[in-house]
């Protein structure tokens, strides 16, 4: 039987957000409320008794709030790849996710060999142009600070790894695929500046952030749905990340 899981982070003021992307989302008053419609007295044409009405809502976001895709312009002045210009085939195809919960703990960096071994449990293979989520289990972590400044990632030797198994899209259920304290970033710099390996700006790794629920998904093997939204020249972009299994 064919099973959908939703990957997505809630978006609510005061939720977890990576220190570096400011105190957002702020919800405020739309241009529409459903008590103000009803003063306009407008019936139903299907039901006299009831009055039409409509509300709406105004939301400042960064575009790296909750779940969302990094752009390569987000690491790279040179890049061409705005939020809007990233493929949307980095959001959608095929996909496997790697169980690393048993590294789990704050500050703890994920290594080559852990990622290797959780891919040998997994009983698949990663293809080449895969999309590879990576459970640590930080997601379930409910204190923002504690989410934001002591989060798990990626050592330099596993961004590495992945970028071997040439993979089109990694994702992580945290805040930052870098470790916390890795000032340099140098998984974003692989990923998202490819020319700093000489290579190619079009030979980059899409980044996926705050994911939720990658261990609920049933099997290794899935299909993942997850383009970003277009924000013109935007560095990131929240996407509505879904696992479908048959």
């Known amino acids: 039987m064919a099973k959908l899981i939703d990957l997505t982070m809630p978006i609510y003021e005061g939720m977890p957000q990576h220190p570096a992307h400011g105190n957002t989302p ?11 419609w009803r003063n306009f007295n407008r019936r139903n044409h299907y039901d006299e008794s009831d009055l039409v009405s409509f509300e709406n809502e105004n ?8 779940t969302h895709m990094d752009a390569c312009f987000h690491g790279d002045p ?9 493929p949307v085939e980095c959001g959608f195809g095929d996909a496997v996710w790697l169980d ?14 852990d990622l290797k071994d959780a891919e040998e449990k997994s009983g698949t293979t990663i293809r080449p142009g895969d999309i590879v989520l990576i459970h640590t289990g930080w997601s379930t972590i409910k204190d923002p600070v504690k989410y934001a400044f002591d989060h798990m990632g990626l050592s330099i030797e ?14 992580i259920d945290n805040c930052n695929v870098d470790t916390a304290g890795a000032l340099n970033l140098p998984v974003h710099m692989n990923f998202l500046r490819p020319r ?6 079009d030979d980059f790794i899409a980044i996926i952030e ?12 899935f299909l993942f749905s997850g ?11 929240q996407v509505r990340a879904l696992g479908f299994v048959e």
């Open 158 to 171: 596993a961004g590495e790894w992945l970028r071997e198994k040439k993979v089109k899209t990694v994702g």
């Open 59 to 66: 939301i400042i976001i960064c575009g790296h709030t909750g």
């Open 100 to 113: 690393v919960s048993f590294r789990y703990g704050p500050k703890a960096e994920v290594t080559a060999k």
């Open 78 to 86: 040179s890049s061409d790849y705005s939020i809007d210009k990233m």
């Open 26 to 36: 702020h919800f405020m008053s739309g241009t529409r409320s459903h008590d103000a």
């Open 210 to 221: 705050n994911l939720v629920n990658i261990d609920r998904i049933p099997k290794s093997r």
């Open 227 to 237: 383009a970003p939204i277009p924000y013109l020249g935007g560095t990131g972009g």
């Open 196 to 201: 700093s390996l000489g290579l190619a700006n």
